[in-house]
């Protein structure tokens, strides 16, 4: 017995749901190999004991223990028999990344090599090695550093001799600033035909993402798609972030030097991140497999390859299930669109001649269907800024809260709900057929000029797109019978491509599900709803959206229930001390509103005026006991005026034993050197330098003769300040990593 046309739309719209979802598990980490995995394959339980041994204490720069990790791994490498070697030099925040306050610092940058048999050029495998005070690092990055010499000693183990160089680079000061990278590019002495895997995370799980590429990308991501067993990654979303995003890797200070990177991170279970449960116990094996797997991959893929060779151009990428990436080049994206444009075409003139709708009805509904995606932003936007206006907490949040699943589905359902509206509204008023061809035109509208624009990035709206329009087009040349699975058979291509990327996106944040996920779901549920056609309600339809609101509603004060804070759950708070020394003033600070535990401290309104020097983004201040720490020194070596010209030499120091020290001024400085760096571009207000040497940071710079007012300023990690008010904490909150204790005072003697 055959279904009824209802049964079959329900049917189909059912099992092209079922594969979407299908996908996006796919993409998902699954199982890892044990310590008893074959010795030259990689293992992320033998992954695991790296982690173990450098991730139980937070580690960062100008720590012992960040000493103690950096000398483990330097012993490590020597054990699996590489030539290893210190590189130790001053860092200093990408020149391209503008700031006002400069991030400088003292860095050791671990270098090992294995030579080749006739190298072209050298792969650099690259982690940090540093973590932020705030937790251990385990995920960022121990999981990159355990990848790096779990992949190394399975390379060793299988005898294979590789053509090219392989190195290991182990970058310090990565969470201060990128400073290690960008020291071993300012030194030089590297392989200008060099290749560098990084390995990053900002999370706890979820698939590593290959998220950035140097450009052009092609002839790289030729080789992961060859390669790389689960290679994550299409070519919208490394064009997004390699332009657009506010997370910086080590790849913005390596791209500089000439090197071409690929960058891989994940950003899965994003609470932890800089957590002080970022630890070896919430690191997940599976995750950590599949980075391993594609490096060692990787490694074997570029080991052969000539190195010297230049030239390629930009893809168009997207990734299937099970492991596949498939790489176009740009005229294929602009040929399917120009597909895609005529099969609408060809459709609109169909219906208008048979007389199924109006030219009228369709370019109506084809406008309607345009606004829906803004609508679904907007709507998505205002969920998540409700909800943190329920959960004001929420704004001290890096990412994402421990328990963001009903959020996300929350977010999801929210956007169907949209979709699913202009679907009932537009049929009630211009039919089924309008809004089906109109849908058609409204894709190929857009894929057209994107394709045109950008067909490497034009890939998720074009190929889905031609895939429907084509469906559309076609129905009309066979019997009815026929339609619905013709329709089906066609929009499998669109439910595998839009699904698959639905849910990795949503893991990598929350906040970008207006901008990223809204789009996709809005489009994904358009192509998919034709297949209602008979099986939509003829009366009270209005319930379908009606009814996904209330689901959304429902999760999302779901999620606000169930997400609670305990001691394996801690809250997130930011937290500064500053105390003016010259004054005898103290002041707590905070960049977020006061909360549970802040309002102890600060109350709204931002810091007095000479404080806000330092936190020109505090957005809550209030009165601090002064606590009895030693100010900072500045010890005048030089002061000479010419012309036109003062030149003056300091030597900073923080005998409270900070782990950072600073030079601010309002004069304009014109040129700018600290432990011999030159400082050029010269910052605007200022420099902080990270582990700075025990006898004294040395400083020159030059002014317009005349006065000149400096003020030093040592920076520590607020909770190792040892501030009296801070003694009797709750177990439920960790400070986040930019809590600070700084002490100031003038620099006098000018």
Not at 20 to 46: D, I, M, N
Not at 117 to 128: D, V
Not at 488 to 497: E, H, I
Request: proline share 8%.
């Amino acid at each position: 017995m055959r279904p009824g046309p209802r049964l079959s739309g329900f049917l189909a719209f059912t099992l092209l749901f079922a594969i979407a979802v299908a996908t996006a598990w796919t993409l998902q980490p699954h199982g890892h190999r044990t310590e008893s995995a074959p010795r030259e394959a990689f293992s992320a339980g033998r992954a695991l004991g790296v982690v173990e041994s450098i991730a139980t204490k937070p580690h960062p720069v100008g720590t012992a223990e960040h000493d103690r990790v950096r000398d483990h791994l330097v012993a490590e490498l020597r054990k699996l028999g590489l030539d290893t070697e210190i590189r130790s030099g001053v860092g200093r925040y990408p020149e391209t990344l503008k700031r006002d306050v400069l991030g400088v610092g003292r860095v050791d940058n671990i270098v090992a090599r294995i030579p080749g048999s006739g190298s072209t050029g050298t792969i650099y495998l690259a982690a940090h090695y540093d973590s932020v005070p705030s937790g251990p690092g385990a995920n960022d990055d121990g999981v990159g550093v355990a990848t790096v010499l779990e992949s190394v000693r399975a390379l060793r183990e299988s005898g294979r001799t590789l053509r090219n160089d392989v190195a290991v680079l182990l970058t310090d000061g990565e969470e201060i600033g990128l400073l290690g990278a960008e020291a071993f590019v300012a030194a030089g002495g590297y392989d200008p035909h060099g290749l560098v895997i990084n390995h990053e995370a900002r999370g706890a799980g979820g698939p590593p993402l290959l998220w950035r590429t140097t450009r052009p990308d092609g002839p790289l991501v030729a080789s992961v798609a060859a390669a790389a067993p689960h290679p994550n990654t299409d070519s919208l979303s490394t064009a997004l972030a390699g332009d657009t995003t506010s997370s910086n890797t080590d790849f913005a200070a390596l791209k500089p030097g000439g090197l071409r990177v690929l960058d891989w991170a994940f950003a899965g279970h994003s609470a932890y991140y800089h957590n002080i449960f970022d630890d070896p116990a919430h690191v997940n094996p599976a995750t950590l497999q599949q980075m391993g797997d594609n490096t060692l991959a990787l490694i074997g893929e570029f080991g052969d390859q000539d190195l010297t060779a230049s030239g390629g151009a930009d893809r168009a990428y997207f990734q299937l299930p099970f492991g596949l990436l498939v790489v176009l080049p740009p005229w294929v994206i602009i040929a399917l669109a120009i597909i895609a444009v005529l099969a609408v075409g060809w459709t609109v003139v169909r219906v208008r001649r048979t007389g199924e709708t109006t030219l009228g009805r369709v370019f109506v509904s084809a406008a309607t269907a345009l606004v829906t995606t803004p609508i679904a932003m907007a709507a998505t936007y205002g969920l998540w800024e409700a909800i943190r206006a329920v959960r004001p907490d929420y704004r001290a949040l890096f990412v994402d809260p421990y328990r963001p699943e009903l959020y996300y589905v929350a977010a999801l359902a929210l956007c169907a709900t949209v979709t699913v509206a202009w679907y009932a509204v537009s049929r009630r008023l211009f039919g089924p057929t309008a809004t089906a061809v109109g849908l058609s035109v409204c894709v190929a509208v857009l894929a057209a000029p994107g394709a045109a624009l950008a067909p490497a990035a034009a890939q998720i709206l074009v190929i889905p797109a031609v895939a429907a329009t084509v469906a559309i087009a076609l129905t009309y040349e066979v019997r009815d019978r026929w339609r619905l699975p013709l329709l089906t058979v066609f929009l499998v291509p669109a439910a595998v491509f839009l699904g698959a990327g639905t849910w990795t996106t949503l893991q990598s944040g929350i906040t970008g599900a207006p901008f990223l996920v809204a789009p996709t779901m809005v489009l994904l549920g358009g192509l998919l709803l034709p297949t209602l056609t008979h099986a939509w309600p003829k009366r009270r339809a209005a319930l379908i959206p009606l009814t996904g609101l209330a689901l959304t509603i429902v999760l999302a004060a779901s999620g606000v229930a169930i997400d609670r804070y305990d001691d394996r759950h801690p809250q997130t708070v930011q937290l500064a001390y500053t105390l003016d020394a010259d004054t005898g003033t103290a002041q707590w600070i905070s960049r977020n509103a006061p909360d549970r535990y802040t309002s102890r401290f600060v109350h709204s309104g931002p810091p007095d005026p000479a404080i806000s020097a330092l936190w020109p983004d505090g957005a809550a201040a209030g009165p601090a006991p002064v606590q009895n720490l030693t100010p900072p020194k500045a010890e005048i070596l030089s002061d000479t005026t010419t012309a036109d010209q003062r030149t003056i030499r300091l030597r900073l120091s923080s005998p409270r034993g900070a782990t950072a020290i600073g030079l601010r001024y309002d004069t304009p400085v014109t040129t700018l050197r600290a432990a011999g760096r030159d400082l050029s571009p010269v910052p605007t207000k200022g420099f902080q330098f990270s582990a700075p040497p025990a006898r004294g940071l040395d400083v020159e710079l030059t002014a317009p003769a005349g006065p000149l007012s400096l003020r030093v300023a040592d920076y520590s990690w607020l909770p190792d300040a040892g501030i009296d008010a801070l003694r009797d904490r709750p177990d439920d909150i960790f400070f986040r990593q930019d809590s600070t204790c700084v002490v100031t005072a003038a620099v006098r003697g000018l």
